[in-house]
């Protein structure tokens, strides 16, 4: 069974937006959880990423925000823009554990 | 610098074929990965390695083996190719200190008719 389950499974927002991706996880010994993002016919390559010591993480318009309790993360794209378009996984493992749990993946699309 | 490379990019086989997807990385990353990515369903591990000899079974191994003689190469071998293998194969790596970025290929998108 998925270990990380993610919402929604596509979403389409105007340029200047904010696209919105949730995240929800089981195993409380998970303690990395990395954002990878994919554009069409490219492997994913890792946007940003977090661990439960912080609840929030700001990399430009890129934002994770961690709740612990609730096991759930998402990622916030501010001012989205058409070149963000792109396919956003999240994922999850646990400390120094070289495997990855990823999440079934949102399709963003920023209309201009 | 190359990071991982994947060949082919394309392929369509018949079922019943065998094929060796190669995946080669110029980074001396000792861990390295294949996935499978289908639609809706995210990246499936399917082996991974974490050095030159040493392999293990991920989620989805079935119908496929690997092989690791060296650290910068990873192939993936499909025996008796199955309409079910139909998928986009991505391969990754990784440094030894924990929790470094996956550092994937391109890709190789593999049709079965």
């Known amino acids: 069974q998925q270990q990380v389950k993610q919402s929604p499974q596509s979403l389409i927002v105007q340029k200047g937006g904010i696209s919105i991706i949730n995240c929800a996880y089981e195993?409380?010994?998970?303690?990395?959880f990395p954002w990878y993002q994919q554009f069409p016919g490219k492997g994913p390559a890792l946007l940003i990423a977090?661990?439960?010591?912080?609840s929030e993480k700001k990399e430009g318009r890129f934002t994770i925000s961690f709740n612990k309790s609730a096991k759930q993360f998402s990622l916030h794209i501010m001012d989205s823009q058409p070149g963000d378009s792109a396919t956003y996984f999240c994922a999850a493992s646990k400390s120094y554990d070289y495997k990855l749990s990823f999440g079934a993946g949102t399709t963003v699309t920023v209309r201009a | 610098n190359a990071g991982v490379t994947q060949t082919p990019k394309f392929r369509i086989l018949k079922i019943g074929q065998s094929m060796t997807l190669q995946c080669a990385q110029d980074m001396n990353h000792n861990y390295m990965y294949w996935y499978r990515q289908d639609p809706g369903m995210g990246l499936k591990l399917i082996y991974y390695?974490?050095?030159?000899?040493?392999?293990d079974k991920g989620e989805v191994p079935n119908g496929y083996n690997v092989s690791r003689s060296t650290t910068e190469d990873f192939p993936l071998r499909l025996e008796l190719a199955a309409p079910s293998q139909t998928s986009v194969y991505f391969c990754?790596?990784?440094?030894?200190?924990?929790?470094?970025?996956?550092?994937f290929g391109d890709g190789t998108r593999l049709s079965i008719l």
């Open positions: 977090i661990r439960p010591d912080v």
């Open positions: 990754a790596s990784t440094g030894t200190s924990g929790n470094q970025p996956q550092h």
């Open positions: 195993n409380t010994a998970f303690d990395y």
């Open positions: 390695s974490v050095g030159a000899g040493i392999t």
